[in-house]
T-cell receptor
Framework: QKEVEQNSGPLSVPEGAIASLNCTYSDRGSQSFFWYRQYSGKSPELIMSIYSNGDKEDGRFTAQLNKASQYVSLLIRDSQPSDSATYLC????????FGTGTSLTVIP | ETGVTQTPRHLVMGMTNKKSLKCEQHLGHNAMYWYKQSAKKPLELMFV???????ENNSVPSRFSPECPNSSHLFLHLHTLQPEDSALYLC???????????????FGEGSRLTVL
């Protein structure tokens, strides 16, 4: 069983729509949860971190965490073409575990 | 600019060559990492150094040899690599006072390695 699972996509949404990215994890003891964005040919950059159940909002981004369901998601409101990238979910137990990433394309 | 600098950005080497990847962080972090990123696979943790001491070695073949002379610099020495070692090698750093290697990671731009 993979530590962190993401739908690889590709996910396509029209400009201005809400993009919803999902991630499940296997270790119930996981403490910290992150979303990284990776543009093609570039390195991952941290866009959101969440540590407790519920929602955390930062601009157009909202991270949602449900530890009981072992589920973390990222919502991107008013999607822009510049949001087109691969989004990596990362979960920490005794080390970082990354998912394979979801490829998002925002269509103008 | 993340504060983590990697060189070279691109490297092509033969299977008998010896080369090194370099990473430098300007963030004052105490932990540094090497990750391997291959197509369609999750990021693979290779090595972790915390306060210059190696704390993780995820069953990495001995043809990869890390070196951490101080908290700001990290090297990955490469020797007799195989074509399947071709990948993007990412260096990262974090501030990790508890020594759990779970602080937020800041990545360098990566070194794209091709083994012929």
């Amino acid at each position: 069983q993979k530590e962190v699972e993401q739908n690889s996509g590709p996910l396509s949404v029209p400009e201005g729509a809400i993009a919803s990215l999902n991630c499940t994890y296997s270790d119930r003891g996981s403490q910290s949860f992150f979303w990284y964005r990776q543009y093609s040919g570039k390195s991952p950059e941290l866009i959101m971190s969440i540590y407790s159940n519920g929602d955390k909002e930062d601009g157009r981004f909202t991270a949602q965490l449900n530890k009981a369901s072992q589920y973390v998601s990222l919502l991107i409101r008013d999607s822009q073409p510049s949001d087109s990238a691969t989004y990596l979910c990362a979960v920490t137990g005794n080390q970082f575990y990354f998912g394979t990433g979801t490829s998002l394309t925002v269509i103008p | 600019e993340t504060g983590v600098t990697q060189t070279p950005r691109h490297l092509v080497m033969g299977m008998t060559n010896k080369k090194s990847l370099k990473c430098e962080q300007h963030l004052g972090h105490n932990a540094m990492y090497w990750y391997k990123q291959s197509a369609k696979k999750p990021l693979e943790l290779m090595f972790v150094y915390n306060f210059k001491e190696q704390t993780e070695n995820n069953s990495v073949p001995s043809r990869f040899s890390p070196e951490c002379p101080n908290s700001s610099h990290l090297f990955l020495h490469l020797h007799t690599l195989q074509p399947e070692d071709s990948a993007l090698y990412l260096c990262a750093s974090s501030q990790d006072p508890r020594g759990t290697n779970t602080g937020e990671l800041f990545f360098g731009e990566g070194s794209r390695l091709t083994v012929l």
